[in-house]
C-alpha cells in the first residue's frame, strides 16, 4: 500500500463540538485541578499558591489554565519552573 496515497479527511466542526462537550469540560477541570494541586505540592516559596482556571470555550473547543494565584507564585514559577515541572 503506498502511504502518499492516503487521505485523512478531518471533520472540524463535529472536533469543536466534542472539544466543547460538558464531559470533555469535566476532564480538562480534574486534570487542570490535579495540576494545580502538584504545582501547590511543589512549590519552593512557602506562600506561592497556584490555582486552577475552570474550562471555558475559546475559538477551537474547551481549554482549561493553572495560573500564579499571587505574587510569590509568579517568584516561584519564574525561579524554578513549578508549572513546567508538575505538569
Do not use: C
Not at 7 to 16: E, H, M, N, P, Y
Not at 42 to 54: F, G, I, S, T
Not at 57 to 85: C, F, Q, R, Y
Amino acid at each position: 500500500m503506498n502511504m502518499a496515497k492516503t487521505r485523512v479527511k478531518l471533520d472540524i466542526k463535529g472536533f469543536r463540538a466534542y472539544r466543547r462537550d460538558p464531559t470533555v469540560k469535566a476532564a480538562l477541570d480534574e486534570q487542570a485541578q490535579a495540576w494545580a494541586m502538584r504545582a501547590n505540592g511543589a512549590k519552593r516559596h512557602r506562600k506561592a499558591e497556584y490555582e486552577a482556571v475552570p474550562a471555558a470555550d475559546s475559538e477551537h473547543g474547551s481549554v482549561a489554565l493553572v495560573h500564579n494565584a499571587n505574587i510569590e507564585a509568579l517568584l516561584d514559577n519564574n525561579e524554578n519552573n513549578t508549572l513546567l515541572h508538575t505538569m
